[in-house]
């Protein structure tokens, strides 16, 4: 599967952008999608994923309650909606696809839990 991130941009604190994801091929609703973000000079960090359905999301503890990931299976895409941004959350924004375990504290959390990956896009929180 191919994808393609978009709608990073720069922001003042306190505001909000939507991050999308286009996946190509028919077999998106397979796949367990992830969202993780690497800001300069650190590692990449997971920020949320999402199961199969869209029925069960988890979330970095940095991120949750500013953040939700959704999906629309019809449109092979996935979003990231992010609120309340802070300039900590600047970074690179990548999609990932393709984790086969359960969405939760200990699954679909770590980098190399999935196979496919995005292009990033760059979200810049300015204070």
């Known amino acids: 599967v191919q994808l393609q991130a978009s709608g990073g941009g720069e922001v003042q604190a306190g505001g909000s952008l939507r991050l999308s994801c286009a996946a190509s091929g028919r077999t998106f609703s397979r796949y367990v999608m992830g969202w993780f973000r690497q800001a300069p000079g650190k590692e990449r960090e997971f920020a949320a994923a999402i199961n199969r359905s869209g029925g069960r999301k988890y979330y970095a503890d940095s991120v949750k309650g500013r953040f939700t990931i959704s999906r629309e299976n019809a449109n092979n895409t996935v979003y990231l909606q992010m609120n309340s941004l802070k300039p900590e959350d600047t970074a690179v924004y990548y999609c990932?696809?393709?984790?086969?375990?359960?969405?939760?504290?200990?699954?679909?959390?770590?980098?190399?839990?999935?196979?496919?990956w995005g292009q990033g896009t760059l979200v810049t929180v300015s204070s």
């Open positions: 990932a696809a393709d984790c086969l375990n359960p969405v939760g504290p200990t699954g679909c959390i770590h980098r190399e839990e999935y196979d496919y």
